[in-house]
């Protein structure tokens, strides 16, 4: 009798398998494979339509209102005042769908401190096959977190996520499940009443992580930010003071809250911002220490008094501590380290604070210690360089600022400061050298420019040297009593002319070399772009050229009269009909005081004598001449009485 061949698969794996013979036909019509396939089909059938029963039976009035009991006892034990104000159902995906839930706050008549529209609910399959029911992924979506006063509202969040547990029980060792959400905005005020800021961030979206380490519990965030960007926010718990990590990653103007949009004197039109904000203790009502470092990328401001276009792009960093004490209403910047664009050559230091109880007040201190003019100057924005004609330097530049004073008061500030040019000096190629003759183009009122010559080939330029003293003193203690002090910025005329102003625009605290800036390389609009550049160019001025020089540039230079009339040997024609080398003291002193608007006052020339006003006005710096003894005595009671002859009268 011939002996049975092996199985097929035991066959199959012999190293030299013999054919094996052909088996029998089967008394089944229906081959194996086949009949395996329509087995697994038919299980497949009868689980899908118990799935489909089970789903079905789910929906019933009956079983819907038992699933809700259910979800509105799970949440109970879970967060006890936590609220299901909507229904529950089981969806096809079998996740356990319900919502909207409410946390309503502790306070009476607050908004809830947290609103979810909808949570699905997702089983982990190994522990139904344990026969044990435990979330797997939990999505949240149409959150709403309104943090109260100051935030003050968190530490009830806080309570939801490890609530306390009757007689000590220990939570359930589960695996905390993946937690994703969509549409979340956090709601804050900063104040209380009806004019608080209330701040309200954009829809975020993300995903949550919740763990113990060393014994406290933590919370992870991972952010979507809307307009583009992303960031994490790790916050601990227990144990201790809770503590909070926040970290941006190229967050857009768009991530900014619309209420801080609102209240910012300037629009963002560009940019990305980094951000990291570490604060290791948070308790209520006691001060509040965060390590702060922030960099910015790209960033474009639009601002009227700026200028017309938007200015950009700008880049730097900033590290400091911050600090805010609750009971004072302060919030401090210590330590500041502020670095323009991204060389690491141009840092300055910085503290700054600002007090909220009461009336609101500024502090603010500055020190840069050997800025690189180079990479200071390549980092600012096109339109804040100053012009290709101006003095370049190289080397670096040092100084100090501190302010002090209420916010909304400014003729009540204190101001001090200086800079040191001792490290500054020209560059060894110049496009314009301005200790030679040059020329540059004046605008004339009507319209276009007539070019003006700075140099002994033009017949009306005057030589400081050969000028009696009155007349360049006169217009020195006339316009910058401190010309020949400062380097380019006189901090006392600044501090008395923000007392002049009486909360008003400034006016009267520009230097000579400031204005020299102005009339030689940028236009007369009124812009802060403007008067950035005019800055930079007075410290290249200042640090390019003598005190002399400059003096003498600016007398032959500065627009003296209605109709385009510049510098002083045109000036003294136009008014008297002489040589600036003979005015007289008090012709000198009437000069001195039009300036630097002299073509509003040529209606004294028109009219050929002074109204008393302004004859008080020219008295009063002929007795700053003669107080500095720049006229004798003789010189001061001749020019007290004498009379001025204007030219054409």
């Known amino acids: 009798m011939t002996p049975a061949a092996p199985p097929l698969p035991y066959a199959a794996l012999r190293p030299n398998p013999r054919p094996a013979p052909t088996p029998a036909p089967s008394p089944s019509p229906v081959p194996a494979a086949p009949r395996a396939l329509r087995a697994a089909t038919a299980v497949a059938a ?33 967060a006890p005042r936590a609220r299901l104000v909507g229904e529950a159902r089981l969806s096809p995906r079998f996740e356990l769908v319900f919502g909207p839930v409410v946390v309503p706050a502790r306070a009476a008549g607050a908004p809830p ?83 608080a800021l209330v701040i309200e961030t954009g829809a975020l979206s993300g995903r949550a992580e919740l763990a113990r380490e060393d014994g406290r519990r933590v919370a992870r965030l991972a952010l979507r930010l809307p307009g583009g960007g992303d960031g994490e926010l790790d916050a601990r718990w227990g144990a201790g003071p809770p503590a909070l990590a926040l970290r941006l990653r190229g967050a857009s103007p768009g991530a900014i809250p619309a209420a801080l949009r609102g209240r910012l004197p300037f629009g963002v039109e560009d940019g990305a911002l980094d951000l990291a904000l570490r604060v290791p203790r948070v308790e209520r009502e006691a001060a509040l220490t965060a390590e702060l470092e922030a960099e910015v990328r790209g960033l474009a401001v639009r601002w009227a008094r700026l200028a017309p276009q938007p200015v950009g792009p700008l880049a730097g960093r900033l590290s400091a501590t911050l600090r805010w004490d609750p009971r004072a209403r302060r919030l401090a910047l210590e330590g500041g380290r502020a670095e323009l ?34 990479a200071a100057v390549a980092a600012l924005p096109p339109a804040l360089r100053p012009p290709a004609e101006a003095p370049r330097l190289e080397g670096a530049l040092g100084g100090r600022l501190s302010l002090a004073g209420p916010l909304r008061r400014p003729a009540a500030w204190r101001l001090d400061g200086d800079v040191d ?229």
């Open 46 to 78: 009868g689980g899908a339509l118990l799935t489909l029963a089970l789903w079905a039976a789910a929906q019933t009035g009956a079983a819907r209102a038992e699933l809700r009991a259910r979800v509105a006892q799970a949440l109970a034990e879970r």
């Open 113 to 195: 401190v947290l609103t979810v529209a909808r949570v699905a609910v997702r089983p982990r399959l190994a522990a139904l096959l344990g026969a044990r029911l435990e979330p797997g992924a939990v999505r949240l979506e149409g959150v709403r977190v309104d943090a109260g006063v100051r935030g003050g509202a968190l530490e009830e969040l806080a309570e939801l996520a490890a609530p306390a547990r009757p007689g000590g029980a220990a939570p359930p060792q589960a695996a905390p499940p993946r937690i994703t959400f969509q549409d979340l905005r956090i709601r804050t005020a900063l104040a209380r009443g009806a004019r």
């Open 341 to 374: 664009g991204t060389s690491g050559l141009a840092q300055v230091e910085l503290d700054a604070a600002l007090g909220l109880g009461g009336e609101p007040a500024l502090e603010l201190a500055v020190r840069a210690r050997q800025v690189d003019w180079a």
């Open 421 to 649: 040019l001792r490290a500054l000096r020209p560059a060894a190629a110049q496009a314009r050298p301005l200790d030679r003759p040059f020329a540059f183009r004046a605008p004339l009122p009507g319209g276009g420019a007539r070019e003006v010559l700075v140099g002994p080939a033009n017949p009306a330029f005057v030589p400081l040297a050969t000028l009696p003293a009155h007349v360049w003193r006169a217009v020195v203690l006339s316009e910058d009593a401190g010309f020949f002090v400062h380097h380019g910025f006189d901090v006392r005329e600044v501090q008395e002319a923000l007392s002049r102003s009486g909360d008003r625009r400034l006016r009267g605290a520009s230097t000579l070399t400031q204005q020299l800036a102005k009339n030689l390389f940028l236009t007369p609009d009124r812009t802060l772009v403007r008067k950035v550049r005019e800055a930079i160019v007075t410290l290249a001025l200042e640090s390019s050229l003598p005190k002399r020089r400059l003096l003498e540039i600016y007398l032959n230079a500065v627009e003296w009269g209605p109709g385009g009339v510049h510098g002083l040997g045109e000036a003294a024609r136009h008014w008297f009909g002489k040589d600036p080398r003979d005015l007289s003291p008090k012709e000198a002193a009437f000069l001195a005081t039009v300036l630097p608007n002299p073509a509003r006052f040529d209606l004294y020339r028109r009219r050929g004598a002074l109204t008393e006003r302004w004859e008080e006005r020219v008295r009063a710096l002929l007795v700053k001449e003669r107080a500095v003894d720049a006229l004798d005595d003789d010189q001061f009671y001749e020019a007290w009485y004498a009379p001025l002859a204007f030219a054409g009268r």
